[in-house]
């Protein structure tokens, strides 16, 4: 079958061909079911944000390695076993690309997510193999297509649980990326008031504002901080999510506080940035709670329930074909759309 792999380490910007990042469709053969597992056919596998990091060898894996982890497809084959959700050849799903083991003490103590047990296989493929606790059905009005957003959505519907938002709560988002964008609209559903974007880009402020945003700043030309405050009286955000990954936005932020704030840091950090926090005002005068996100473990069905209320046209309108993965993560790497699509089987829409 057909796998798109990381076969060279190095970043996709890079102009010297010697050097950059290769990504290529490779064929590798197909295993049999072990006890728990389904076969999926994969529909649509989307391009992460975190899929170039990966080229780049972020997580210190080796090349060659499988790409793709933001998948939805169809249940091809029900292995041994795998009895307990009840998954039927030809059920339409999505799900958690993290297998875990559920035997470690993470695993019992409701924080899988630091499992060291587990592993994933690539889903920008023909096929992949799950353990049927991965996967979720995605209802009937989900579309395959909105189905392989579901990790991305789930990440934000994490950023939420830990935000700990309450109705009525000013809520600012900075970064206007794919997941920054989830993020504000499920801040909208949450009935966040004064939802503010602050994003360099114009069509992404945009999107945003068509999102629910109420005000937009553009930091590059406007003062971040001045402009936070005007919107919110003098008295800062209550939520913040840095979605950025830019390490000036994710000092601007603390500025942008109000007292007893909590601040989600959702992005992903180049691995030895330190960033400097001011313990007086941040910790002592303000009491503010700053906490990041690393993966999404048990959202996954509950996000699969209100996926289909999520305006997710602008991320799934841009489609490729599995053998023209290469180029896929060349318009990614252009920033031009908010996500990316492969589809994986010409046969599943
Ligand atoms: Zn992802
Ligand atoms: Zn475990």
Same mark, same amino acid.
């Given at each position: 079958?057909?796998?798109?792999? /990381?076969?060279?380490i190095? =970043?996709?910007?890079?102009?010297?061909?010697?050097? !950059?990042?290769?990504?290529?469709?490779?064929d590798?053969?197909?295993?049999?079911?072990? @006890?728990?597992?389904i076969?999926?056919?994969?529909?649509?596998?989307?391009?992460?944000? =975190?899929? %170039?990091?990966?080229?780049?060898?972020?997580?210190? +894996?080796?090349?060659p390695?499988?790409m793709?982890h933001e998948? =939805?497809?169809v249940?091809?084959?029900?292995?041994?076993?795998a009895?307990?959700?009840?998954?039927?050849?030809?059920?339409?799903?999505?799900?958690? &690309?993290?297998?875990?083991?559920?035997?470690?003490?993470?695993?019992?103590?409701?924080?899988?997510?630091?499992?060291r047990?587990?592993?994933?296989?690539?889903?920008?493929?023909?096929?992949?193999?799950?353990?049927? !606790?991965?996967?979720? #059905?995605?209802?009937?009005d989900?579309?395959?297509?909105?189905?392989c957003i579901?990790e991305?959505?789930?990440?934000?519907?994490?950023?939420?649980d830990?935000?700990?938002?309450?109705?009525?709560?000013?809520v600012i988002?900075?970064?206007?990326? %794919?997941?920054?964008?989830?993020?504000?609209?499920?801040?909208?559903?949450?009935?966040a *008031?004064?939802?503010?974007? =602050?994003?360099?880009?114009? *069509?992404? +402020?945009?999107?945003?504002?068509?999102?629910?945003?109420?005000?937009?700043?553009?930091?590059?030309s406007?003062?971040? !901080?001045?402009?936070a405050? !005007?919107? /919110?009286?003098?008295?800062?955000?209550?939520?913040? &999510?840095?979605?950025?990954?830019? %390490?000036?936005?994710a000092?601007?932020?603390?500025?942008?506080?109000?007292?007893?704030?909590?601040?989600?840091?959702?992005?992903?950090?180049?691995?030895?940035?330190?960033?400097?926090?001011?313990?007086?005002?941040?910790?002592?005068?303000? @009491?503010?709670?700053?906490?990041?996100?690393?993966?999404?473990?048990y959202? &996954?069905?509950?996000?699969?329930?209100?996926?289909g209320?999520?305006?997710?046209?602008?991320?799934?309108?841009?489609? &490729?074909?599995?053998?023209?993965?290469?180029?896929?993560?060349?318009?990614?790497?252009?920033? #031009?759309y %908010?996500?990316?699509l492969?589809?994986?089987?010409?046969d599943?829409?």
């Open positions: 079958m057909k796998v798109v792999m /990381t076969t060279r190095g =970043s996709l910007k890079d102009p010297d061909p010697a050097k !950059k990042g290769i990504v290529e469709v490779c590798m053969p197909l295993r049999k079911l072990n @006890e728990g597992e076969l999926i056919k994969v529909a649509y596998c989307a391009i992460c944000g =975190s899929d %170039p990091h990966s080229v780049e060898g972020i997580f210190g +894996r080796p090349a390695f499988g793709g998948i =939805s497809g249940v091809a084959e029900v292995g041994p076993k009895d307990i959700n009840g998954f039927k050849v030809g059920d339409r799903v999505s799900g958690n &690309f993290r297998s875990t083991c559920g035997t470690c003490y993470y695993c019992t103590n409701g924080m899988e997510q630091f499992c047990h587990g592993g994933g296989e690539p889903g920008m493929a023909e096929y992949l193999i799950w353990h049927e !606790k991965q996967a979720v #059905k995605l209802p009937d989900v579309s395959l297509k909105t189905g579901l991305p959505v789930s990440i934000a519907v994490r950023a939420m830990k935000s700990n938002i309450k109705f009525g709560q000013n988002v900075l970064g206007g990326g %794919p997941i920054g964008l989830l993020t504000l609209q499920l801040a909208n559903l949450y009935g *008031a004064n939802l503010t974007i =602050s994003e360099p880009i114009a *069509a992404r +402020r945009d999107i945003a504002v068509k999102y629910g945003a109420k005000h937009t700043i553009d930091p590059l406007q003062d971040l !901080k001045e402009e405050l !005007k919107i /919110t009286g003098g008295r800062g955000f209550d939520i913040l &999510f840095e979605v950025s990954g830019v %390490p000036k936005s000092e601007t932020m603390q500025a942008l506080a109000a007292p007893y704030a909590n601040l989600i840091y959702v992005a992903q950090y180049a691995r030895d940035y330190n960033m400097p926090v001011n313990m007086w005002d941040m910790l002592y005068m303000k @009491e503010v709670t700053m906490t990041g996100i690393f993966v999404s473990p959202t &996954f069905s509950r996000t699969a329930q209100v996926i209320r999520l305006d997710l046209d602008d991320m799934t309108s841009k489609v &490729f074909d599995l053998d023209d993965a290469p180029a896929a993560f060349d318009a990614h790497m252009t920033g #031009k %908010p996500k990316i492969v589809k994986c089987n010409p599943l829409e």
